[in-house]
Structures are given as C-alpha cells and as structure tokens.
C-alpha cells in the first residue's frame, strides 16, 4: 500500500507561474523526499527534508513538513515548460525502503 | 562518475517465462533497491540487498527474487511471468556505510518490462 498521496493528481500552469504540490502520509517518518519523473523514465531526486526540518530550499524549489498536521509541500517558482512531469513525495526512514505516493502529474504550458 | 545504471532499456516476454534485469550502482554506494511501477502508479518497493544479503522486502511473492554480487552490482530475476508483471522496474542505490546525502536513494533509468 502506498502511504504518501499528492495532491492535486494533475496540475496544469502557465509558464512563469508557481506550482504547489501536496503530499500526506500515514505514520512517522525519519525524512521525506521529493523526486521528479520525465515521461515515465527514472526518478530524479530533488529534495530530502528530515523530520526535525519545518522548512528546505533548493533554487526554485521549496519543501515545506508539518509532522503534527503530516504533510508535506512542494512549490515550484517561476516554472518553465521543462518542469513538465511527474513529480512524487516519498517518506523512508533511514536507508530502509522509500514508500511512494500515486504523483502529481504537472504541465507547464509555453 | 557513472551513475546508476541498468539493463536492458526495454524487454518483451511472454506469460511463464522468466527475466533477469540487472543494475550497477553509482560508484560508492554498497546498497540496492529495487521498486516496480505501474503505469500511473507510484513505485512500489520489492527488496533491498546489502553485504549480498536481502535486506528488507515488500509485499511481492516469491517470484520475484534477487541478488548481489560483490561488487554490489545487483540482478532482479522474475519466474512465472504473468500479465500484471508488466512495469517499470527501477534500481535505486545509497549508502548505509557512508551515509552519502542523508539516505538519498539515487535511481536508474528503469527497465520498461512487458509481459504478452
């Protein structure tokens, strides 16, 4: 079963725009990470946050954790067409298994 | 610095036959994971190997097995293909010695494997 679920499923944006994802999960977690997937092709890592984190920037990227509320966001700023894909929360707990949510499908129109 | 690797790209099989899918890790990682994904899906974790030793397991049946060898490369073998097994199997490596990234999982492309 998987135990982070993205919200929204899809999400579609202006070029320029910001884009914010959500991710929510089920029991305590050591860290969560975010990853990104082109067109069903591997997982690229883009964030990790630990549980003791509240807040994480990364460039363009900013991960915010609530462990009490357990969630997760992830905002995009000024997005451009090749931000285009799949973007997954994922929690894990040392260097055990990563349990995936279901995704977030963005497109960034030009 | 290479990194995850994995092999073959793309496979076709039919129901019953069996698969081996194959992964390098990135260069200095001792550990390797192993997820399948559905279309539409998330990935789901199968197994994990360290010191060539399974490690951890998810809810997959005895079908799907592993191994690793010592250089910690690592094969995923699949017998009684069924239909369902149709997915991309991605290989993910870390490392628990150096604990490089605070437990980063960097994955490889993926084996895009379809079963007729």
């Known amino acids: 079963s998987q135990q982070g679920e993205e919200d929204p499923q899809a999400l579609s944006i202006q070029e320029g725009e910001n884009a914010t994802m959500n991710c929510s999960y089920k029991?305590?977690?050591?860290?969560l990470q975010w990853y990104r997937q082109n067109s069903g092709r591997g997982l690229v890592h883009l964030i990790l946050i630990r549980s003791n984190e509240r807040e994480k920037h990364s460039g363009r990227l900013r991960v915010t954790l609530d462990t009490s509320k357990k969630s997760s966001s992830l905002l995009i700023t000024a997005s451009r067409a090749a931000d285009t894909a799949s973007y997954f929360c994922?929690?894990?707990?040392?260097?055990?298994?990563?349990?995936f949510g279901k995704g977030t499908k963005l497109t960034v129109n030009p | 610095d290479a990194g995850v690797t994995q092999s073959p790209t793309h496979l076709i099989k039919t129901r019953g036959q069996q698969v081996t899918l194959r992964c390098s890790p990135k260069s200095g990682h001792d550990t390797v994971s192993w997820y399948q994904q559905a279309l539409g899906q998330g990935p789901q974790f199968i197994f994990q190997?360290?010191?060539?030793?399974?490690?951890q397991r998810g809810n997959f049946p005895d079908r799907f097995s592993g191994h690793q060898f010592p250089n910690y490369s690592s094969e995923l073998n699949v017998n009684a293909l069924l239909l369902g097994d149709s997915a991309l199997y991605l290989c993910?490596?870390?490392?628990?010695?150096?604990?490089?990234?605070?437990?980063?999982?960097?994955f490889g492309p993926g084996t895009r494997l379809t079963v007729l």
């Open positions: 190997y360290y010191e060539e030793e399974e490690r």
């Open positions: 994922a929690t894990g707990y040392g260097s055990e298994k990563l349990v």
């Open positions: 029991t305590s977690i050591n860290n």
């Open positions: 993910a490596s870390s490392s628990i010695v150096k604990r490089e990234g605070v437990d980063t999982q960097y």
